[in-house]
């Protein structure tokens, strides 16, 4: 079993939309959780993180995390065509060491 | 300020041929990282930097890579006798040190062996 997985899409979501990414993780010991965003030949940009169960909100961006399911998600409300992009999931696993995902592809339909 | 600078941004080489990367972390990010991107995958982490000691260097996929820092600056990854399965995008990140710290990416090098 890989430590974190993730569906790799593609996900096509019309735009208005919400968008719903999911991730599961191995280590039930792990504290800090990661979504990063990646345009298609860029690097990878942190959107959002948590630490702690439930939800937190940041603009269209909702990251939930369920530790007992060892599950976290992002939800991407009022989805845009910008936001079409490969969006993945790191937890962090040591003091430094952050283990991703293998990224979950989304598409947003104008 | 200025972020992450890595170079050279696109690399081929034959097989069989040895190639450095280099790393310019933002300044006074003491902690820095390498991964490596296959095409489509996520991100796969090499090793790790605290100043220029490597905590945690079990990522290195075989003795024919090897990474190096100078103090808290540059740091170099070598990579030996390339070969084929080398080739993806090389991404280095630097953070300050502690665990709730940002990781910041670099724009990272494409290796190409063929």
């Known amino acids: 079993q890989k430590e974190v997985e993730q569906n790799s899409g593609p996900l096509s979501v019309p735009e208005g939309a919400i968008a719903s990414l999911n991730c599961t993780y191995s280590?039930?010991?792990?504290?800090?959780f990661f979504w990063y965003r990646q345009y298609s030949g860029k690097s990878p940009e942190l959107i959002m993180f948590?630490?702690?169960?439930g939800d937190k909100e940041d603009g269209r961006f909702t990251a939930q995390l369920n530790k007992a399911s060892q599950y976290v998600s992002l939800l991407i409300r009022d989805s845009q065509p910008s936001d079409s992009a490969t969006y993945l999931c790191?937890?962090?696993?040591?003091?430094?060491?952050?283990?991703f995902g293998q990224g979950t592809r989304l598409t947003i339909n104008p | 300020g200025a972020g992450v600078s890595q170079s050279p941004s696109n690399k081929v080489t034959e097989k069989g041929k040895d190639v450095e990367l280099r790393c310019d972390p933002i300044?006074?990010?003491?902690?820095l990282y390498w991964y490596r991107q296959r095409l489509g995958q996520g991100l796969e982490f090499l090793i790790y930097?605290?100043?220029?000691?490597?905590?945690?260097k079990s990522g290195l996929p075989s003795d024919r890579f090897s990474a190096e820092r100078t103090g808290e600056s540059v740091s170099t990854l070598t990579i030996q006798r390339t070969q084929q399965e080398d080739s993806a995008v090389y991404l280095c990140?630097?953070?300050?040190?502690?665990?709730?710290?940002?990781?910041?990416f670099g724009p990272g090098t494409r290796l190409t062996v063929t």
């Open positions: 990140a630097s953070s300050l040190w502690g665990s709730s710290y940002e990781q910041y």
């Open positions: 280590d039930r010991g792990s504290q800090s």
């Open positions: 948590i630490y702690s169960n």
């Open positions: 790191a937890v962090k696993v040591s003091a430094q060491k952050l283990v």
């Open positions: 300044s006074g990010h003491t902690a």
């Open positions: 930097f605290q100043g220029n000691s490597a905590p945690d």
